[in-house]
């Protein structure tokens, strides 16, 4: 990441290299640090059965089963602030989904169906029904 794997509220990106070429390309958001983030894609691309498995991690263990090397190169796509209460939007969720319908559908590991989904983001700031 260049430096950069402290920064929170990016969407970043993953392209998988295969001898020398391009052959996947991944992206993902995170509003906490991006190193965080990137340990677990590393114990999801470690561990098959990871409870934070991807695309990402499903397409490495591919490789792998095929005896294929391959390198990763991490990158920033775009910054951008998540939900906080009383938003009507968030807007990493929305660069996210923006930078997955404009990439090359045979590069792209990411599912389209994935633009479909809800920010995650507002759980953390919604009120919550309460027992008495």
Request: hydrophobic content about 35%; proline content about 1%; aromatic content about 10%.
């Amino acid at each position: 990441m260049g430096g950069y794997c402290l920064e929170a509220g990016i969407v970043y990106q993953a392209d998988v290299y295969v001898n020398g070429k391009i052959v996947k390309i991944y992206y993902g958001q995170t509003s906490r640090h991006f190193k965080l983030r990137y340990y677990e894609h590393k114990m999801a691309m470690k561990n098959e059965g990871s409870k934070h498995a991807t695309a990402l991690s499903n397409f490495i263990h591919k490789l792998k089963k095929e005896g294929v090397s391959y390198v990763i190169k991490w990158s920033i796509k775009a910054r951008a602030s998540h939900y906080k209460s009383g938003s009507r939007k968030c807007m990493l969720c929305i660069k996210e989904k923006v930078a997955i319908a404009l990439e090359d559908p045979k590069l792209l590991l990411n599912n389209r169906s994935e633009l479909l989904n809800k920010c995650i983001h507002h759980i953390n700031v919604e009120l919550r029904k309460h027992k008495s």
